[in-house]
């Protein structure tokens, strides 16, 4: 069995569409530049298009919750390098952790949680993990503590180190 990576990462720049009058990457499109980096992780380090998915067997996920803390801007025109790991599954969802760094990783811009159920397109309702997508989220899970909330990741990041 291949061992697969528990955390990828991947970098993205900053686009002048993205910012705000300030040239700081406006607030909301944190989630964008983290949902399309998470996405094209998936298809690059594991081989998992959700797409095809979507298209074959009429399942995906759908966002039930999403906690961000901006820690400093992202600025106009920047590299940055987005950190993303499954940090919890269960049988109908799923917790994403991201980090957005600067490209040297030595500033943290953002940390975001997201909670995806996993859904079915076709009868719109949620639907529990086929057994090979819990054997593959078995594989690239990466819990925290079992204490851990979102608040107290932010402390733990913010910690001198």
């Not at 910012?19 to 964008?32: K, Q, S, V």
């Not at 998915?53 to 920047?78: C, D, H, R």
């Not at 940055?80 to 952790?97: N, Y």
Request: contains cysteine; aromatic residues 10%; hydrophobic residues 40%.
């Amino acid at each position: 069995m291949t061992i697969l990576k528990k955390e990828v990462e991947s970098k993205a720049r900053i686009r002048f569409s993205d910012c705000d009058p300030f040239n700081h990457l406006n607030n909301a499109r944190y989630i964008d530049y983290i949902i399309n980096a998470r996405e094209d992780q998936l298809r690059d380090a594991y081989g998992f298009d959700i797409y095809r998915l979507a298209s074959e067997k009429g399942v995906g996920w759908v966002s039930a919750q999403t906690q961000i803390s901006y820690f400093s801007p992202a600025m106009l025109n920047e590299e940055v390098v987005i950190q993303t790991r499954l940090i919890g599954a269960t049988d109908k969802s799923l917790l994403l952790e991201a980090l957005m760094w600067n490209s040297g990783k030595t500033a943290l811009k953002a940390l975001m949680w997201a909670k995806l159920v996993h859904y079915n397109l076709q009868a719109r309702r949620s639907e529990t993990h086929a057994p090979d997508l819990v054997d593959f989220f078995s594989r690239i899970v990466s819990p925290l503590a079992a204490d851990t909330t979102f608040d107290t990741r932010i402390k733990q990041l913010k910690a001198p180190k």
